[in-house]
């Protein structure tokens, strides 16, 4: 998921997996271990399918670790709030964050296999919200979803997780999801949006790899 314009890491309040931390550095540690991939962009046939469940084998892994790292630092280079296993070319259930909420407070972690909980009428709000995408280069759109969203899934090691959500980073648990079901913001976007979405991104692709290039060389990665 593409990050907000304004937004910032450098925020008093840090969540990590979901639980509070006294101090945490500007650059999440994975970032550090992890080396930029390649991200996939629209029109890849990998970010149209549903993608595998971590298997109780990969658990606990050097090789998943690695990739959890990797993650991290492609979020970083791309200049993201969060990316998907799919949009670094990897069939898996499995995502990644690193975004300040609406309230001012840091939410990093990754979680593997998110089922989301299904939000009651009662105490849902659908908000309608600028929303990009590190797979769609450039352009933002204006997408409704709920505004609270819960997601159950397992860390790294196996362990169950539950992570909530409100504001933006709810947004962002549900749009790493659906990349995770084969869906991308698009498809909940007009014919009319959509086809406007990709001309815009067709004209602006290239500058945001430049970008991305700057950063990586910036970041040693």
Same mark, same amino acid.
């Given at each position: 998921?593409?990050?907000?314009?304004?937004?910032?890491?450098?925020?008093?309040?840090?969540?990590?997996?979901?639980?509070?931390?006294?101090?945490?550095?500007?650059?999440?540690?994975?970032?550090?271990?992890?080396?930029?991939?390649?991200?996939?962009?629209?029109?890849?046939?990998?970010?149209?399918?549903? %993608?595998?469940?971590?298997?109780?084998?990969?658990?606990?892994?050097?090789?998943?670790?690695?990739?959890?790292?990797?993650?991290?630092?492609?979020?970083?280079?791309?200049?993201?709030?969060?990316?998907?296993?799919?949009?670094?070319?990897?069939?898996?259930?499995?995502?990644?964050?690193?975004?300040?909420?609406?309230?001012?407070?840091?939410?990093?972690?990754?979680?593997?296999?998110? +089922?989301?909980?299904?939000?009651?009428?009662?105490?849902?709000?659908? +908000?309608?919200?600028?929303?990009? %995408?590190?797979?769609?280069?450039?352009?933002?759109?204006?997408?409704?979803?709920?505004?609270?969203?819960?997601?159950?899934?397992?860390?790294?090691?196996?362990?169950? !997780?539950?992570?909530?959500?409100?504001? $933006?980073?709810?947004? %962002? !648990?549900?749009?790493?999801?659906?990349?995770?079901?084969?869906?991308? $913001?698009?498809?909940?976007?007009?014919?009319?949006?959509?086809?406007?979405? !990709?001309?815009?991104?067709?004209?602006?692709?290239?500058?945001?790899?430049?970008?991305?290039?700057?950063?990586?060389?910036?970041?040693?990665?």
């Amino acid at each position: 998921m593409a990050v907000r314009f304004g937004d910032t890491s450098q925020d008093r309040k840090v969540r990590v997996q979901g639980e509070p931390v006294d101090s945490y550095p500007q650059l999440a540690p994975e970032v550090e271990r992890g080396a930029a991939r390649r991200i996939t962009v629209v029109g890849e046939e990998i970010l149209n399918r549903r %993608c595998r469940e971590v298997t109780e084998a990969e658990f606990g892994t050097p090789e998943l670790s690695q990739l959890i790292d990797d993650m991290f630092a492609t979020n970083q280079v791309a200049n993201g709030a969060g990316i998907a296993a799919p949009q670094v070319d990897v069939d898996l259930q499995l995502f990644i964050w690193d975004i300040v909420d609406d309230w001012g407070v840091r939410h990093v972690g990754h979680i593997a296999n998110p +089922v989301l909980d299904e939000i009651g009428s009662d105490d849902r709000v659908l +908000v309608e919200e600028s929303e990009g %995408c590190l797979s769609v280069p450039g352009p933002y759109r204006m997408v409704p979803r709920p505004d609270r969203a819960v997601v159950r899934g397992r860390d790294k090691d196996g362990k169950p !997780l539950v992570i909530e959500g409100r504001g $933006y980073f709810a947004r %962002c !648990l549900q749009h790493e999801t659906d990349h995770l079901y084969g869906h991308l $913001y698009l498809d909940r976007l007009s014919k009319r949006e959509r086809k406007s979405a !990709l001309v815009e991104m067709a004209g602006s692709k290239e500058k945001m790899f430049a970008e991305r290039e700057a950063r990586a060389q910036k970041l040693g990665k």
